[in-house]
């Protein structure tokens, strides 16, 4: 699996975008970027994947740089509800079939 | 439409005592997935299993656990003779095929080894 490197903790305001970054330059050619949050006391739950291009949904964009070294999570108007540790994680589908291998994520801060 | 559940949310057992932890995927779901979350660590995931398979239990130790995910009813996490390092949040995630793009994870089971 690919190393990933995130910041500890970010900090945002409510009703601001954030963007959440995640540096993954030992990805393969065919891993998928997946990013999961966990809330507090809660288990982790499914945001957002991709493999090369922009993708978007209800939830928040994905902007995957055009060597794929890196991605940016974008929430575009922060909740505190989304106060949540963000994992990025590059996962191989074909041979690790939907097992994830989680780094230490970023903490999100939302002030109000 | 039911998500995945986990029951007990939380479990308390004495040194040496046996814990057993439940796990329904969704509904039409027969990939299952156990992570442990230590105090102030990450997730780890333990084991993957399939309708009456393992497939992957790289991450379980070696001794005192074992899963299973009969044809029918619960999967199913067993710790033997529990220590206070098992004490832990205990994730149980379901996937419709094997390489899904989506988990979805119960709410997990908080095991408290006293």
């Known amino acids: 699996d690919a190393k990933t490197t995130q910041p500890n903790s970010m900090e945002s305001n409510e009703e601001e975008p954030v963007h959440l970054p995640c540096n993954h330059s030992?990805?393969?050619?065919?891993?998928?970027i997946h990013w999961y949050r966990q809330l507090p006391s809660q288990g982790p739950e499914y945001v957002i994947h991709?493999?090369?291009s922009n993708v978007n949904n209800r939830m928040a964009s994905l902007a995957i740089a055009e060597d794929r070294k890196s991605s940016t999570l974008i929430l575009h108007r922060a909740t505190l509800r989304d106060a949540a540790v963000y994992y990025c994680?590059?996962?191989?589908?074909?041979?690790?079939?939907?097992?994830?291998?989680f780094g230490e994520g970023t903490q999100l801060t939302v002030n109000p | 439409n039911a998500g995945v559940m986990q029951n007990p949310r939380h479990l308390v057992r004495r040194r040496g005592q046996e814990a057993r932890l439940r796990c329904s995927p969704m509904?039409?779901?027969?990939?299952v997935y156990w992570y442990r979350q230590l105090p102030e660590e990450g997730l780890k995931f333990m084991v993957y299993?399939?309708?009456?398979?393992?497939?992957?239990e790289s991450g379980m130790p070696k001794e005192r656990f074992s899963a299973e995910f009969p044809k029918e009813g619960p999967s199913i996490l067993r710790i033997q003779q529990v220590v206070r390092g098992d004490s832990a949040a205990y994730f149980c995630?379901?996937?419709?095929?094997?390489?899904?793009?989506?988990?979805?994870f119960g709410p997990g089971t908080r095991l408290t080894v006293t």
């Open positions: 991709g493999l090369t």
């Open positions: 509904k039409g779901h027969s990939h």
């Open positions: 995630a379901s996937s419709p095929r094997y390489s899904s793009y989506e988990q979805y």
């Open positions: 030992t990805i393969s050619g065919t891993d998928y």
């Open positions: 994680i590059p996962t191989q589908l074909e041979t690790s079939g939907s097992r994830l291998t």
């Open positions: 299993l399939q309708k009456e398979n393992i497939i992957d």
